[in-house]
């Protein structure tokens, strides 16, 4: 069973940059699986920011971050990345990455493997 942790939130000042990394320790190599980041605000449900397909060959963004985030990944050391740009207060979230088989159940984001998520707080 594949084990998710998310790492490299913090508080960042509007404007700033941070990175979120995911690590998976599973018994079956994470670059068979698709993978996404999520985050929920405090009151708001869990909302889809960006997925990758295995190969990170093709990428999918939330409008609300496109052109400020990017994902990325490493499939030799099991990490996925998110650079975030340009933050603003409304990122403030916990955020959480997802692995899931197929690409299309990512960006439905129901199912598959979660992290515990990691905090961002922007500040105004």
């Known amino acids: 069973q594949a084990r998710l942790e998310e790492s490299g939130g913090g508080l960042v000042q509007a404007g700033g940059s941070l990175r979120l990394s995911c690590k998976a320790s599973?018994?079956?190599?994470?670059?068979?699986?698709?993978m996404g980041w999520f985050r929920q605000a405090p009151g708001k449900e869990r909302e889809f920011v960006a997925a990758?397909?295995?190969?990170?060959?093709?990428?999918k963004y939330s409008d609300s971050v496109k052109g400020r985030f990017t994902i990325s990944r490493d499939n030799d050391k099991n990490l996925m990345f998110l650079q975030m740009n340009s933050l603003k207060p409304e990122d403030t979230a916990v955020y959480y990455c997802n692995a899931e088989e197929a690409y299309a159940l990512v960006l439905k984001g129901i199912g598959g493997y979660w992290g515990r998520g990691t905090q961002v707080t922007v500040s105004s």
């Open positions: 990758i397909t295995w190969s990170g060959g093709t990428t």
């Open positions: 599973s018994p079956n190599p994470l670059s068979t699986y698709a």
